[in-house]
């Protein structure tokens, strides 16, 4: 398994901190944020009721699609950051900014990042953990399993999972942390690549109060706004109900789109006329015109978007929900899938209503 770690952007000297061979017990850096600690939050906004530091180091676990632009987000804003991943070659756009690796505890002693071997190498030296794993299997692998982050744990250290996983996996991980003395925050993220790139997330959070908001200046880098929600669980919920709506939202205008080049009307009128309208969504007048052309460049993977209805049917059903619209949506991402559709953008579903058309013509 290749891994990688890295950390110390780009800054001024002033601020870089001394050489070290082991975590150190007092942070390496302080930087100072505007904090908030109602409910949803606004990081634009403005009359903030009180200002607060993040002191400390930061690790960050899975460079994918959305996690990268993340990292390099903290890390372009002077975090102290080390990151890890399972395919080394992910590490590159950290390094290019800056970020290096370093073999071994000597080499690391004359610079200031050195080579961390697994995510509990990463805890182990970090005050503060992010994640953002695939699913929720890969959520409890890199959180549970053997070297996993929860083995360098213990009091005083915290837990981010910003991934999307159902109530149960979130939980079983929170249990795990919790058992280590140390303390859990589930925030998944509404928003995609672009969103991600831009830091413009909005966190769903739930869990430890108090980590929230020791966390919330680097929410703050990385989102526009953030909802704290009680218990853990809560935070995952309401993400599975969000990307159920949404996956539910784009089956329908591919129907939409295709229906209406059937009657003979221009399917780009149509996205037009849709994005003006009382439904109009960002995500019609962003993914239509690629839509319209049969392109469908990777903002959310697919794959990603099925198991979310997948795991959004399955709370359901544990309280009992009927929820038959979304039922129809996970057949048809599904079947776009059996298409090998999986790695393109969650939009590319139109594609499998387009073979059913042919199929039935």
Known sequence: MALCSAFCPRISTNFRPKPFSSFPSKPLLSLSFKVFSSQATDASSQGVPFADKFSGRVGFLGLGIMGSPMALNLIKAGCDVIVWNRTKSKCDPLISLGANLCASSAEAALCCYWYSSSPEEVAANCDVTFAMLADPESAIDVACGKNGAVSGMGPGKGYVDVSTVDVATSKLINEHIKARGALFLEAPVSGSKKPAEDGQLIFLTAGDRSLYELVSPLLDILGKSRFYLGEVGNGAAMKLVVNMIMGSM????????????????????????????????????????????????????????????????????????????????????????????????????????????QDTA
């Open 250 to 357: 784009m089956a329908s205008f591919s129907e939409g789109i295709l229906l209406s080049k059937k009657v003979g009307l221009d399917p780009s009128v149509l996205v037009e006329v849709v994005s003006q309208g009382a439904i109009s969504a960002p995500m019609y007048s962003l993914k239509g015109p690629s839509m319209v052309k049969s392109q469908y460049p990777t903002a959310f993977p697919l794959k990603h978007q099925q198991k979310d209805l997948r795991l959004a049917l399955g709370l359901a059903e544990s309280v009992s929900q009927s929820t038959p619209i979304a039922a129809a949506a996970n057949e048809l991402y599904k079947v776009a899938k059996s298409y090998g559709l999986s790695d393109e953008d969650f939009s590319a579903v139109i594609e499998a209503l387009k073979a059913k058309s």
